[in-house]
């Protein structure tokens, strides 16, 4: 699915976040499952709305996982999603199962809607029973609303090790109707797609079948979700989900719809743009690097460069230090698994030439460190060999990431 990418087609929403397309509602409080910060979010669609949704590809999956699947590929339709954080209800056989399901009918009887129309997330230390008693608590106590503090209450709950909220959302022009989506994220560590240890939720006013949306999404969490890495590991719970309830009244999209490029490329965004946010808030980090590969024999195997060259714990390194070591580069590059012509390659840093058909070229060492003590560090990459392109996010690796992953239970 390619398509010509225009920034004129969208606009950037400064308010109200992921409340703010037409009929949606969150809220977020601290129930104590964790000591003191929120840990327990609702959002919540006027209407069942259509879904779509991506979860992790490790064989080991949390129990709320499985609920939320069940809604997304048997219901097809999604009208709430309850999230927790500070317990990430994996590894914890049946009554994990029970819990998982609890919750669910909780939140489908405070909100009289039916039970298989709520998805379930949650996040957090894996292997320990989820505690029910704060939980239960905190369903009957959350009160959606459409406002900003609601939204933000939502972004806070739903975080664990993350630094930072991460919002985002754009309105486009579908059949001369204004169209909203927006999104929230949590994720920092455990960062390797296919997926990674986040949680994404998306919501839209546009009309679109739950068929055509969970296509869509599966396109784009390629190109977006799934180009990030923070340190290998592929979580239990991995989830990211689409709710799009109809309200603003479009005619239904398909790929046929003359205005689907817009509806296509401002998803796209909200989803690149969360995906970045995670990258860049990845545990201990200090810089996003970015990797943009070109001249790859397809899309796919440029693709498969830029995040091994994202992923190298070397190359990683490197960035954090000011390291101009573009050998790390090229030898990521190598070991790729892609088709590479050594003769043909050319490496840049942040603009500058390193490396050029397989010849080093002579560049400045100050200037490069400036460049590489900057908090955004691209490497471009070109191979000379086809017409593939892509992009990868990652950050670099700091003494921080290791405090905070020896100490994660404590």
Not at 12 to 20: G, L, P, Q, R, Y
Not at 269 to 283: P, R, S
Not at 360 to 369: A, K, N, R, T
């Amino acid at each position: 699915m390619t398509l010509i990418a225009s920034a004129s087609i969208m606009k950037k929403v400064s308010s109200k976040n992921i409340v703010s397309p037409k009929g949606f509602k969150a809220a977020g409080l601290h129930c104590g499952l964790k000591h003191k910060k929120k840990d327990l979010a609702v959002l919540v669609s006027e209407v069942p709305a259509s879904v779509a949704g991506v979860f992790t590809t490790n064989v080991v999956q949390a129990a709320p996982l499985k609920v939320t699947k069940e809604v997304v590929y048997t219901t097809k339709k999604m009208q709430a999603m309850i999230v927790n954080s500070g317990n990430a209800n994996a590894c914890t056989g049946k009554q994990g199962a029970k819990d998982a399901q609890t919750m669910q009918s909780l939140v489908a009887e405070k909100l009289d809607i039916e039970g298989n129309l709520v998805g379930v997330c949650s996040t957090g230390v894996i292997g320990e029973i989820m505690n029910m008693e704060p939980v239960t608590n905190g369903i009957n106590q959350l009160e959606p609303k459409d406002s900003l503090e609601s939204a933000i209450d939502f972004a806070q709950a739903i975080m664990t090790t993350d630094t930072v909220m991460k919002n985002t959302s754009y309105s486009t022009i579908v059949d001369g109707k204004e169209v909203i989506i927006a999104g929230v994220a949590k994720g920092s560590g455990m960062i390797e797609p296919n997926m990674a240890t986040m949680l994404g939720f998306i919501t839209t006013d546009a009309n679109i079948e739950s068929d055509v949306l969970q296509a869509t999404l599966s396109d784009i969490t390629n190109l977006t979700f799934n180009a990030i890495t923070v340190d290998g590991d592929t979580s239990t719970n991995d989830t990211v989900v689409v709710m799009a309830n109809g309200l603003a009244g479009n005619e239904a999209l398909t790929p046929d719809h003359p205005d689907w490029q817009n509806f296509y490329y401002t998803l796209k965004t909200v989803a690149q743009d969360l995906a970045k946010m995670i990258a860049k808030d990845g545990e201990g980090a200090t810089k996003l690097i970015e990797a943009e590969v070109e001249g790859a024999i397809s899309d796919e195997e440029a693709r498969k460069i830029a995040k091994t060259v994202v992923g190298s714990p070397l190359v990683k390194t490197a960035v954090f230090g000011c390291d101009a070591n573009w050998g790390r580069i090229i030898a990521a590059v190598g070991y790729s698994g892609a088709t590479v012509d050594p003769e043909k390659l050319s490496i840049q840093i942040g603009g500058v030439t390193m490396v050029e058909n397989g010849e080093p070229v002579p560049f400045s060492e100050d200037g490069l460190i400036q460049i590489l003590k900057m908090h955004e560090v691209k490497i471009y990459v070109s191979l000379g060999i086809g017409e593939g392109k892509g992009h990868a996010w990652g950050c670099d690796l700091t003494y921080d990431y290791v405090q905070i992953n020896a100490s994660y239970r404590s």
